[in-house]
């Protein structure tokens, strides 16, 4: 009878042990969710940023063309 109670300890401590275990586990994939959900919301924050910068200087770029475009063809007529 000492022998099954052994057993039968034996057999708890590795139950509560795995039970430990997947709590630990639940707790690390619950903040590894967390960090991807961070993560997406910081790319997501880099991806509209970016393409704002883009858009300012695409037209910046497209205003310094325009101005460029007049000094050159005075600059050749003058030229000529």
């Known amino acids: 009878m000492n022998a099954v109670q ?27 969710e967390q960090q991807t959900q961070d993560l997406s919301i910081q790319s997501r924050t880099f991806n509209q940023t970016a393409k704002k910068a ?3 200087m695409w037209w910046k770029n497209k205003k310094v063309s325009k101005l460029h475009f007049p000094l050159l063809y005075v600059a050749f007529a003058l030229v000529e």
Request: glycine content about 4%; proline content about 0%; cysteine-free.
């Open 6 to 32: 052994k057993e039968l300890d034996s057999t708890k401590q590795v139950l509560f042990n795995n039970i430990d275990k997947i709590n630990e586990r639940g707790q690390r994939l619950d903040h590894l």
């Open 54 to 56: 883009n858009r300012a």
